[in-house]
């Protein structure tokens, strides 16, 4: 029987649905945070505070859907796993730019804080599940070399 999974190791689910229900706890609350005290920005960038809105609800839901899509064993949670990466790297981008933290942060945290952005996409990515070719299947099927 062919098994069917959607990582080819058990610490990969567990770090993918900790990594998804700890930043879906942190958007849960920013969104919270927005909705009854509002988002602090510089007034000079007040007129990106809807784009801004609207990319924390849409991070918060691409996390949501991963994070159901893992459960199901769907193959699109590594999909939505990665819109919600790129989508936490551009409000962290944005939110450093708009508050000034660019200046303050120190460049070794940045370095730091966007890594772990990454090695996560990179980890999720590259342990994913890649079904064996089904070599009996295959016999007789002539192959064409040129």
Known sequence: M???RLFKYKFIYFYSIVFLLFFSFFYFF???DIIFKGYRIIAKYEDFKIPIYILFFVT???LIFSLINIFKESKKAVFYFNISIFFMICIST???YVNNL????P???LII???FFFFSAFLINYFKHKPF???INEIGKSENHL
């Open 2 to 4: 062919h098994e069917e």
């Open 30 to 32: 920013k969104i919270g």
């Open 60 to 62: 918060f839901i691409s």
């Open 94 to 96: 944005i939110n450093l």
């Open 102 to 105: 660019f200046e303050k942060t």
């Open 107 to 109: 460049p070794f945290n």
């Open 113 to 115: 804080f966007f890594g």
């Open 133 to 135: 070719q089904n070599e």
